[in-house]
């Protein structure tokens, strides 16, 4: 039986993240008849060859967009849902835990069994953002999570029908790394933060890299709504590259070539340790800090707020300095990622068999 599935999450948004994610989880589950909500149906539709639509409405924009029927339809229809992965439940933009919120409120209105898969969970720092997410949670079949930052957030709500799995994206096939090429890579986001003198910090470093003979790659992950372009350019000298790549695969590539590299956004740090390139995490969020922790390089983590032009060219001493012995730790722990990522399969195809079994 070909099982229908609507799965939900921040797909069609030009997110290099998420958009690997949406990959991975359509490819390990080919048996499935997959609905995703997307914002940008058409492309979503025409890259994976599946049905999508938009994800239900939620704000003047997207009612007055008109597409509500279609999405309805396709979750009254389904056999079940699936939301994620991702950090789709974070208060750190409060109207992300609204929206995916009420997605899983309909999800349930048509009584249909929900499947996180591989989602973050927080941080929660408003009341407001505890109550939804403890709901949500606490209705949903079962929960998979990528660290154990959100299996703590689950416990403490009381939830037990979840499990610690890893990122779908660790399942993309890994890349050795070049002969280094004397390159240095850097992902930045736009954040809601006071701290903002790490911007000069960075434009700092950036020249004195150029200064040593490096070439200085500027990733740009994500080009509609938060446009990261528009935080690498305040960094950007006439010497350094800003680049797009145009899939999870092309940045990879790039990265091979790198001798290190530095991020904020957690595919791309995701994407360093695939390509088994060390790599210096700028903190920003409780998911970077997680992975940098299951990866053991906490050591090689740069809170915000704590960077200044020489506490970063210590980092980076100190990263080139250890290399062979990074590219060896991260080698192991890449493999020890893709194992618990697989979790995700085998355990969303026993979810399945249930359904199966109740038919």
């Not at 249909?112 to 009341?127: D, H």
């Not at 960094?235 to 092309?250: G, V």
């Not at 809170?303 to 730790?329: D, R, T």
Request: charged letters at 25%; proline letters at 3%; one cysteine or more.
């Amino acid at each position: 039986m070909n099982l229908k599935a609507v799965i939900i999450g921040n797909y069609g948004a030009t997110n290099l993240g998420d958009e690997a994610i949406l990959e991975n989880i359509l490819s390990a589950h080919p048996d499935l008849s997959f609905t995703v909500f997307s914002n940008n149906p058409a492309e979503t539709q025409s890259k994976y060859k599946v049905k999508s639509t938009y994800p239900l409405p939620f704000g003047l924009r997207s009612i007055l967009r008109g597409k509500t029927t279609k999405s309805l339809e396709a979750l009254n229809k389904c056999d079940f849902v699936i939301i994620g992965g991702g950090g789709l439940f974070t208060d750190e933009k409060i109207r992300a835990i609204l929206l995916w919120g009420w997605h899983f409120f309909w999800a349930k209105h048509y009584k249909k069994p929900v499947f996180f898969y591989a989602n973050s969970i927080g941080p929660l720092n408003s009341k407001i953002g505890r109550w939804i997410t403890k709901k949500v949670f606490q209705k949903a079949n079962f929960i998979t999570v990528r660290d154990s930052a959100s299996a703590a957030v689950l416990e403490k709500f009381g939830v037990k029908n979840f499990a610690i799995t890893a990122d779908p994206v660790f399942l993309t096939a890994t890349l050795k790394s070049q002969t280094p090429k004397k390159k240095v890579a850097i992902s930045l986001r736009n954040w809601i933060t006071n701290e903002k003198n790490y911007i000069a910090s960075l434009k700092e470093t950036v020249v004195d890299l150029e200064k040593n003979g490096y070439q200085v790659l500027l990733i740009n992950m994500q080009t509609f709504q938060d446009n990261d372009r528009n935080v690498l350019n305040q960094i950007s000298s006439e010497k350094s590259l800003m680049i797009t790549p145009r899939t999870f695969t092309e940045l990879l590539k790039l990265l091979s070539e790198c001798n290190f590299t530095i991020g904020m956004r957690l595919h791309f740090l995701i994407a360093s340790a695939l390509a088994n390139i060390p790599f210096i995490t700028l903190s920003y969020s409780q998911k970077t800090d997680s992975l940098a922790k299951k990866l053991q390089m906490e050591k090689y983590l740069l809170p915000l707020a704590q960077i200044k032009k020489a506490k970063l060219e210590k980092y980076i001493q100190k990263i080139s300095a250890e290399e062979n012995q990074i590219k060896e730790s991260l080698a192991k722990k890449v493999q020890e990622e893709k194992q618990q990522a697989q979790k995700n399969i085998t355990i969303l195809k026993k979810f399945i068999a249930k359904i199966l079994s109740k038919s």
